[in-house]
């Protein structure tokens, strides 16, 4: 069995902030702190110099993707289609701390982002996204396609459904308000907009990945 990698968690924002060598206390420092802002890093170089900086310089960096594809595997599936825009959620824990976004799928530009919220799941927070998407093409009339990489969402907003099984309380609320919201939205809008899949396999991770892993 490969021994698991050694991460280092820096925390721009939290209760305490700083480079930490555990993801319980790394946790602890964003637990219940709204706006929290952290990410790992393979080397404590790496984490600290990263708190020197930015944290949206850093949101949604990855290292360079090779697929294990064969040719002619990539060949049938394709290159993506840059005329679209992708979202992705990121929750530490599940529940956990949850936010999700939406960017350019070229230009990796950030269209919008909500959270972080102090308790969600990866799930919701994919729906949320693709949601949030829908009304944002349709806003702004676009006739692009939306990739995410989630069947579970996929199948949730084709159905118009939230199937979580997170119960709902009080830390949680922000969360559901806007799950209503989306369902909402929902059963009184109609939307042209092509949802696909994200082929993470032959292309890497989705552009509106969190880069935390």
């Known amino acids: 069995m490969s021994k698991k990698k050694k991460k280092y968690y820096t925390v721009w924002k939290g209760h305490n902030t700083g480079v930490f060598d555990k993801w319980d206390d790394c946790k602890a420092q964003i637990k219940d702190f709204q706006g929290a802002q952290y990410k790992s890093f393979l080397t404590f170089e790496a984490a600290k110099k990263a708190l020197k900086g930015n944290y949206k310089d850093y949101i949604g960096k990855y290292k360079s993707f090779k697929s294990e594809l064969t040719e002619a595997q990539l ?20 529940p956990g701390v949850m936010e999700y976004r939406g960017v350019d799928t070229k230009t990796k530009k950030q269209l919008f982002i909500q959270g ?98």
């Open 116 to 213: 972080p919220f102090a308790q969600g799941t990866n799930n919701i927070g994919e729906f949320l996204a693709l949601v949030h998407g829908l009304a944002f093409l349709k806003q702004h009339n676009s006739e692009r396609i939306m990739y995410t990489d989630s069947r579970t969402a996929m199948s949730w907003v084709r159905k118009k459904i939230c199937n979580s099984k997170l119960e709902r309380n009080k830390k949680n609320k922000p969360v559901f308000d806007l799950v209503d919201r989306a369902l909402e939205w929902l059963k009184t809008n109609d939307y042209s907009t092509t949802i696909v899949k994200w082929e993470t396999k032959a292309w890497g991770e989705i552009p509106a990945d969190f880069g935390r892993k």
């Open 75 to 94: 060949k049938k599936i394709g290159k993506p289609n840059y005329n679209s825009i992708s979202v992705d959620a990121a929750s530490s824990g599940n």
